[in-house]
């Protein structure tokens, strides 16, 4: 009787370090896959998929502080292009000028104001003249906030008879803002100036 017992007893014990066995292996395997899901979901994360010219490329994401710079000269190039390339036709003029000045504040607004009252843009329109910009650099300083930047640019003026060269320089600073579909950088260039802006000898073979 007491043999049967203790052999009831002996059963239960197996019985009992198996189940506990058994949970603490589950409990492995779901911590396992838990941590296995989470990186997985981090590393899809860190994809990035851009559409460019009907083909789907795959870009790696990042922290904004390790693009920063990267961002500040592309932000600083887009908004000198719709700035200075021009046209001669109104629409496209204020177009452009339109999608510059949502990436900066009133200095590059006074600048517009004052290139109007001078008659720059009438003058664009009534010789027939397009204005192109080449970005050759920007020098971005962040050891301070809000970030310094100069802009070294080539423009041309180009009618039907010849071509001007300009050598351009600006400087300014940039703040960060909020992103939006007219300001995908976050960035905002305040007190833009122009340093210099000189003629180059005339090509004529350009």
């Known amino acids: ?24 292996a589950c ?8 941590y296995k899901g989470f990186t997985m979901v981090d590393r899809a994360q860190q994809k990035v998929y851009i559409l460019a010219n009907g083909k789907v490329l795959e870009a790696a994401a990042g ?22 390339s021009l046209d001669p036709d109104e629409k496209v003029i204020q ?8 990436l900066a504040d009133e200095s590059a607004k006074r600048a517009y104001d004052n290139l109007k009252e001078k008659g720059y843009f009438n003058n664009l329109i009534s010789a027939n003249i ?10 971005v300083d962040l050891d301070a906030y809000p970030y310094v930047f100069t802009c070294y640019a080539t423009q041309r003026l180009i009618r039907s008879s010849s071509t001007i060269r300009r050598k351009l320089v600006t400087t300014g600073t940039l703040r960060n803002v909020s992103r939006s579909d007219n300001n995908p950088h976050g960035f905002l260039i305040q007190r833009w100036q122009t340093l210099d ?8 073979s350009r």
């Open 1 to 24: 009787m007491f043999t049967q017992f203790k052999n009831i007893d002996t059963a239960f014990s197996h019985i009992k370090r198996f189940s506990l066995l058994m949970i603490i």
């Open 27 to 34: 409990l492995l395997i779901s911590g396992f896959s838990i």
């Open 63 to 84: 922290d904004r502080k390790d693009n920063i710079a990267v961002e500040i000269r592309d932000h600083v190039k887009v908004f000198h292009h719709y700035f200075f």
């Open 95 to 102: 177009s452009n000028i339109n999608a510059a000045l949502n």
């Open 130 to 139: 397009s204005q192109e910009i080449l970005v050759d650099s920007t020098l």
């Open 197 to 204: 802006n000189h003629d180059e000898p005339l090509n004529p």
